[in-house]
């Protein structure tokens, strides 16, 4: 029976056993103070009290924990659990795992099933032990009931501060700022607010676009449409904006955008939008590798870009560092495509994959001194630059010291077989105009982590540390100089890891797979 099944585990039989950690406060604000440290200390002493070795693994969240699907590193927890790359789960208490009582049994239940055990280090609970039970239903219940009350609790302090003050609530926008006792919303003079008026009067002109002018005032384009659309900065509050109770009053400080400039720009963002056969009966595009996809160069994102009609990936980190912001999208998911077409495998290639699995280590590796220097030196430099804080600084220094955990994934010959058929017919199904875009960026995002561009050509495939790296290292053997744990380990080879590879034939038509 796995451990993460036992009904009467004591904090004594974890010893030995791999541990990861999970942090999360519910604002940037929280994460700022003491919280995330609080948690950390309390992790570590507990491990350190029972004998539990770091995988090397931590999962920091700063969201409301009513909802694990805005929960980015929950979601990437829970893959690396089902992938196998810790046994024990560290939470300060149930609070930081969920305070939705759904969620908070179906995701325990999941990471059970996956072999592993959820420790509250503050109340030493085991999660699924019968003795405590019902205490654990009992704190997950009142975790919930807690969002609950203060939930009602803020609605209706928003709705007094609306009724007395015309105030909606929410963050300041560009240029605003809350002050006094009661912390209301006005505009505050000063550079903030001249680059927010410099954008209303430029767009005014006609001649601007939206991605021209972000660029210009050093905006992106999602917070540059959000000044323009505004009504605060014409002088209006809104409450409840879009929902059947909607309300809209004068606001409480004198517009800080003439009111007639504010209508001329709203009037031209609409005859853009009717020109560009914008609005509702507009097609939705499709973009089912935009979440995978970083630049080679700088590590920025994408988004999708609909513009004229096109469906076009465009680089979001602005300005952009090569030729052309924005690719076809079409050109690069051609090129995945492409890529999977050529994994074809036998069964006497599986079987050379599984034995090859079945020698991989987890054996913790100390960090390459030459990255390891060139990734202090990043952080530093935008610790100086203000890309991030102190806390993150600190954190992501920390990590940097720590060991790299090596993948393990447990060979199952039919799981195997089940991923070399996925792999093999995705190529053919991705083409398939009857195939639904989500069932497209479904399969996409099991199989791969991440895709690195370069312009428009695919340079570098992540795959996610599971049977699909085996067979995709294994598929292109020929064209790697290396392929270690997450990929197929040739005989000769006495590396474990699967480390930035360089291709020997082909370089045009087969991206790099890295590790």
Same mark, same amino acid.
């Given at each position: ?5 036992? @009904? ?18 519910? $604002? ?40 694990? =699907? ?12 089902? !992938? ?26 999941? #990471? ?22 019902? /205490? ?26 609306? +009724? /007395? ?13 809350? %002050?006094?006792?009661?912390? #209301? #919303? ?18 005014? &002109? ?15 384009? !999602? ?5 323009? $659309? ?23 400080? %004198?517009?800080? @955008?003439?009111?007639?400039?504010? &209508? +001329?720009?709203?009037?031209?963002? *609409?005859? +853009?939008? $009717? ?13 089912? =590798? ?15 870009? *609909? ?30 495509? %492409? ?10 290639? =599986? ?50 010291? +720590?060991?790299?955990?090596? &993948? ?34 479904? !399969?996409? $995002? ?13 340079? !570098? ?39 930035? &590879? ?14």
């Amino acid at each position: 029976m796995s451990l993460a099944r036992a @009904v009467d585990l004591r904090p004594e039989d974890l010893a030995g056993r791999r541990y990861a950690g999970y942090i999360r406060e519910s $604002t940037r604000g929280q994460a700022d103070r003491y919280g995330p440290d609080l948690q950390r200390a309390e992790q570590e002493r507990f491990a350190e009290r029972y004998g539990l070795p770091s995988a090397g693994l931590e999962y920091v969240d700063l969201v409301s924990g009513k909802d694990t =699907l805005r929960r980015t590193d929950f979601a990437r927890m829970i893959g690396d659990a089902e !992938a196998g790359r810790f046994e024990v789960l560290l939470c300060y208490d149930t609070s930081r795992f969920a305070r939705n009582v759904a969620d908070a049994w179906v995701y325990r239940d999941r #990471l059970a099933r996956a072999g592993i055990v959820v420790v509250f280090c503050a109340d030493t609970l085991i999660s699924g032990n019968v003795e405590t039970y019902e /205490l654990e239903g009992l704190k997950t219940v009142s975790d919930a009931a807690y969002i609950r009350r203060l939930s009602r609790n803020v609605s209706r302090g928003y709705e007094q501060k609306w +009724r /007395l003050f015309g105030d909606p609530g929410g963050h300041p926008p560009a240029g605003f700022a809350r %002050a006094g006792p009661r912390q #209301l #919303l006005g505009p505050v003079e000063g550079p903030e607010l001249d680059r927010v008026r410099r954008a209303f009067a430029l767009y005014a &002109t006609g001649t601007w676009s939206d991605t021209t002018l972000a660029d210009e005032l050093g905006f992106t384009e !999602a917070g540059l449409a959000e000044i323009l $659309t505004n009504p605060l900065y014409a002088g209006r509050a809104i409450r409840h904006k879009g929902h059947p109770d909607e309300e809209e009053r004068a606001a409480n400080f %004198a517009a800080p @955008v003439d009111p007639a400039l504010f &209508t +001329r720009v709203a009037q031209l963002r *609409a005859q +853009r939008r $009717t020109r560009h056969g914008g609005g509702s009966g507009y097609p939705r595009r499709s973009y089912p =590798l935009v979440r995978l996809l970083h630049c080679a160069d700088c590590e920025s994102p994408y988004h999708g870009n *609909a513009s004229a009609g096109g469906r076009r990936v465009r680089h979001t980190r602005r300005p952009h560092c090569g030729r052309f912001a924005s690719q076809r999208a079409e050109l690069l998911e051609e090129q995945v495509a %492409a890529l999977m077409d050529g994994v074809q495998l036998g069964d006497d290639d =599986l079987d050379q994959v599984f034995r090859a699995m079945r020698r991989g280590t987890t054996a913790p590796l100390a960090p390459d001194p030459d990255r390891l220097r060139a990734a202090r030196a990043e952080l530093q430099r935008r610790l100086t630059e203000g890309e991030i804080g102190l806390p993150a600084f600190n954190r992501d220094w920390r990590a940097l010291d +720590r060991p790299i955990a090596m &993948t393990e994934t447990t060979p199952d010959a039919d799981r195997l077989r089940r991923a070399r058929d996925v792999l093999a017919d995705f190529g053919s199904l991705w083409r398939d105009v009857a195939v639904p875009d989500v069932l497209r960026e479904g !399969a996409a $995002t099991e199989i791969f982590e991440r895709l690195d561009i370069r312009g428009s050509q695919l340079v !570098a495939v992540h795959p996610r540390p599971n049977e699909n790296a085996w067979l995709l290292g294994y598929a292109y053997r020929e064209k790697l100089e290396l392929v270690g744990a997450r990929g197929f380990e040739p005989p000769t080879s006495s590396s474990r890891t699967m480390r930035a &590879t360089k291709l020997r034939h082909a370089p045009t038509e087969v991206p790099v797979l890295q590790g």
